[in-house]
């Protein structure tokens, strides 16, 4: 079996590509001839010459549309940032879960809960090294 052609390589790349851009901002995944070119890593000549163009101006299009239809402006941030409030809530209730766990299980343990937050002591590095240097 033969080599796969640059032309279907280089579509599959820009297809791919173009897949997961479209669900993406347009400031973090512009699609235009240029920057497809870049992120896939072929010259925009090639994509010229195989016809992706039209594909591109396409996803284009798709990927405006759907920022339209989203939340944008102060009150699109302000739901953004309330959500991203609760699930660092919902992460800071897990840790201090977690937290009682340990201590619970120190207390049952016959440790003192204080002495889990002590801070570790530095390993003594008065001891020379075992093998030293070697020379050859």
């Known amino acids: 079996m ?18 997961e851009a479209e669900t ?11 920057s497809v070119a870049t992120a896939v890593g072929c010259a925009r000549s090639s994509i010229y010459n195989y016809g992706l163009e039209d594909a591109i101006l396409a996803a284009s ?10 939340p944008t ?24 879960e977690q937290l009682n766990l340990v201590e619970a299980n120190a207390v049952r343990l016959g440790v003192d809960p204080e002495e889990l937050y002590r801070p570790l002591l530095k390993p003594p590095r008065q001891a020379p090294r075992m093998g030293g240097r070697q020379t050859r």
């Open 2 to 19: 033969g080599r796969k052609s640059r032309r279907d390589t280089i579509t599959e790349a820009v297809r791919t590509y173009l897949a």
């Open 24 to 34: 993406q901002p347009t400031d973090m995944h512009p699609l235009d001839v240029g």
């Open 61 to 70: 299009q798709r990927q405006r549309e759907r920022e339209q239809t989203q």
């Open 73 to 96: 402006g102060l009150k699109g941030l302000i739901h953004q940032l309330r959500d991203e409030i609760a699930a660092m809530e919902t992460r800071n209730l897990a840790l201090l």
